[in-house]
């Protein structure tokens, strides 16, 4: 057995098992920690098909952003675990039963090819999967797709910024145009205010803090008075 198929048992195996657990994880955190392994396995597939462009944004795009995305969404969510996993058992056989007839519709399409499948050599200094490769045929003979696919992700960001974009009640705005209208008087006006007397007002402060004290005294007098009347 060659190197390059050990390794392809090797990777298909952890990808496997990987994606068995996605499933089968209580804890959605695990889940989603297996699935980025998945993921890296097989962007190994792809590195030994010499699709090196492919493994790349496999390992960029869905696990250095969707991912990060996912887990960020699963550990900020408050997910009651037990209750999601309520009837798991129940929808076992029904879930089984469609896994299985999905195998078998696979093998059959992937069988009949394989039957009819004859090895060439690759050409001499052909990169199948390279960037160069790939960006002819999305600029050449798929432009109209690839355009499309920016127009309807286009819209979908709009779509979400529109969405979002509610009007707040503890956010202060103003609008542009009276900002340019306004003139020098709008902006300062001068008020004339009479001269406040400093040794007056000092002296006004502190003849009431004594008018204050005095009448504070006196209701604690009387108060005293009439507890010993009472007290007698």
Known sequence: MEFKTALFYVFSAIMI???????????????????????FNAAGIWMLLKAEFLAIVLVLVYVGAVMVLFLFVVMMLDINIDRMREGFWGYLPLASGIGALIVLEMA????????TFEQQPAAAGMNIGGTKELGILIYTRYIFGFEVAAVILLVAIIAA??????????????????AVRV????????IKMAAIDQPALDAAS?????????????????????AAKETK
Do not use: Q, Y
């Open 17 to 39: 098992l990987a994606a068995t657990r996605v499933i089968t994880a209580r804890n959605p955190v695990h889940a989603a920690l297996f699935l980025v392994l998945a993921f």
């Open 108 to 115: 059959a399409v992937l069988w009949r090819g394989f039957l």
């Open 161 to 178: 910024v529109a969405l979002t974009l509610r009007k707040r009640k503890d956010t202060k705005s103003f609008d542009p145009a009276d």
């Open 183 to 190: 003139k020098r008087n709008d902006r300062l006006r001068i």
């Open 206 to 226: 502190t003849a009431a803090a004594l008018a204050a004290a005095e009448a504070g005294a006196v209701v604690a007098t009387e108060s005293a008075t009439a």
